[in-house]
């Protein structure tokens, strides 16, 4: 890079008005006002429908409740003392909430996809632990795309006779809008195909019911 440019970056990187992020689709990079970003976020956190103010920060309560969970299976040797260490977060902090603008639905004062950053907080490793698990089982099931080129390699194999309609939609905050009942029924449903025993189902349902329930 030229001076110039290495200086307009460094401006850009210190300018406390506004906002860099990566758009939510395409790849673009968005320059915003600050107070904008700042308003969208605002705006969707007033939601009574979606969120709720908390009286206090809750990660005690909820940590002790993961101690409880993770010494009861380590007590029955479903995990060893690693396993309770790793997921176990001494020091945990809360989640970050950012949004990435949704610039091919308006230009200006574009929408947010909420993002939620859960590094280092209370469910992180829990998490980490989940998604291996259930990974498992999700491959397994008939509908399951790993992504784009999974969707293109399997409809590049069907043999379509006849009249068909494709037609394809869209879920409003599809994971959020999965009815935590269900889905831990589900979950639990899906597990009876898999080696675990029945004590490592149970506890990993119940793991689940945390993050889902308590996150």
Do not use: C
């Not at 009574?48 to 009286?55: K, Q, T």
């Not at 280092?120 to 992504?147: C, M, P, Q, T, W």
């Not at 037609?167 to 809008?177: E, G, K, P, R």
């Amino acid at each position: 890079m030229s001076k110039g440019e290495v200086e307009a970056l460094y401006e850009l990187s210190h300018d406390n008005e506004i906002i860099i992020k990566k758009a939510d689709k395409g790849g673009a990079t968005v320059i915003m006002d600050k107070e904008d970003y700042l308003s969208e976020i605002k705006r969707q956190l007033a939601d009574p429908e979606v969120y709720e103010r908390l009286p206090h920060d809750p990660k005690f309560e909820i940590a002790r409740d993961i101690k409880m969970v993770l010494e009861k299976a380590k007590d029955k040797s479903i995990i060893d003392q690693d396993l309770y260490e790793f997921l176990t977060i001494k020091f945990p902090i809360a989640p970050v909430i950012y949004v990435l603008p949704k610039i091919h639905k308006s230009l200006v004062h574009p929408p947010g996809r909420p993002i939620v950053s859960g590094s280092d907080s209370i469910f992180s490793n829990i998490g980490i632990f989940l998604d291996k698990v259930l990974n498992l089982i999700a491959g397994r099931a008939e509908s399951f795309l790993r992504d784009t080129t999974d969707f293109l390699n399997k409809i590049n194999e069907l043999s379509i006779t006849g009249e068909v309609l494709l037609a394809s939609f869209d879920v409003t905050s599809l994971y959020t809008s999965i009815d935590h009942k269900r889905g831990l029924e589900t979950v639990s449903k899906k597990l009876l195909s898999t080696q675990f025993s029945l004590e490592a189902r149970e506890f990993i349902v119940e793991l689940l019911k945390l993050v889902l329930t308590k996150n």
